[in-house]
């Protein structure tokens, strides 16, 4: 730059510095002064207002520090009555199965015993499982059960008086399992289930249904019995027999051959097809009852 243009900038430019305003010039230092002031009245605000904030909140509240990141659990109202589980929910048994009004429901989940059962327990549902035993202290504890289904299972063992406590169960099931002998059974059942096992004339006793005056229905299809039960109930309606080994009836099979007045009015349907007997050589077996078995003759 010569002298001259030296010259020239001096006289146009300089002066142009000292016309700056001075709003401008004041704007300028505010940010030049210290932000401590700031963060302290911030950081005072904020303490006073989280103070209010907790007169306010309940006892049960919980506040946390977004500065510490630190919970402040503050003291629960003891008023408040904590409930315990009650025994059903906690209950191990209601988490495999379903438990729903009194039933239980553990079928096909290949249980290989009875399930502790809840209280106040009335029908029990667990079919299709891999069951082989039923002891007394199964349903030791449950006097309120009016039905048990166990059909569809392994059951080869069930211990004398298994059944024996419970007054109140009126159906029983256990098709399909691998009994040779049958329990003793409850006073007020109503219906017995006990087809496609493997019972024998000998597994069943003597008297097993002469104390049962409430059995109407009683199903014992698909063994292997050689003869007809003996003492069968004047309750009995519907009496199930077919595919046995059965060879022969007698006339106090179903009738009494010392009163020849005597009928069975009850009885509706008797089943004894698929045995040997031959039914046309028994006509005083039949000669109480309504209608004639159904077999061969």
Same mark, same amino acid.
């Given at each position: ?112 015993a ?7 327990t ?7 499982n ?28 069930i211990?004398?008086? !298994? =059944?024996? *406590?419970?007054?109140? #169960?009126?159906? +029983?099931? @256990? %098709?399909? /399992?691998k $009994?040779?002998?049958? &329990? ?23 008297? !097993? =249904?002469? *104390?049962?005056?409430? #059995?109407?229905? +009683?199903? @014992? %299809?698909? /063994?292997? $019995?050689?003869?007809? &039960? ?65 077999g061969?003759?």
């Amino acid at each position: 730059m010569t002298t001259f243009q030296t010259m020239v900038f001096l006289f146009f430019f300089v002066p142009l510095v000292k016309l700056v305003p001075p709003i401008q010039q004041e704007s300028l230092n505010l940010y030049e002064y210290d932000t401590d002031i700031f963060e302290e009245l911030f950081k005072q605000d904020y303490e006073d207002k989280s103070q209010d904030a907790i007169k306010k909140k309940g006892k049960d509240d919980m506040i946390v520090s977004p500065d510490s990141n630190i919970q402040l659990e503050l003291q629960r109202d003891e008023s408040v009555p904590k409930v315990p589980p009650t025994k059903d929910t906690d209950l191990a048994t209601c988490l495999l199965c379903v438990c729903l009004s009194g039933s239980v429901y553990c079928e096909e989940i290949d249980i290989v015993a009875i399930p502790p059962l809840p209280k106040e327990t009335a029908y029990l549902y667990a079919r299709f499982n891999k069951i082989k035993r039923v002891a007394v202290s199964d349903f030791a504890d449950i006097p309120t059960l009016r039905r048990i289904n166990l059909s569809g299972n392994r059951i080869e063992e069930i211990e004398d008086g !298994a =059944f024996s *406590k419970l007054l109140l #169960l009126e159906e +029983l099931s @256990l %098709a399909e /399992n691998k $009994l040779i002998r049958l &329990p003793v059974l409850p006073p007020k059942l109503i219906t017995f289930n006990a087809n496609y096992n493997r019972i024998k004339s000998r597994g069943i006793r003597a008297n !097993a =249904f002469k *104390k049962q005056t409430n #059995l109407s229905y +009683l199903y @014992l %299809a698909h /063994n292997t $019995l050689e003869s007809v &039960p003996l003492n069968l109930p004047e309750s009995l309606r519907v009496l199930h027999l077919q595919f046995n080994n059965i060879t022969s009836v007698t006339d106090d099979t179903f009738c009494k051959s010392n009163n020849t007045r005597y009928i069975r009015s009850r009885m509706d349907e008797i089943r004894m097809e698929g045995n040997p007997v031959i039914l046309a050589k028994h006509p005083n077996a039949f000669s109480c009852l309504k209608t004639l078995p159904v077999g061969t003759y």
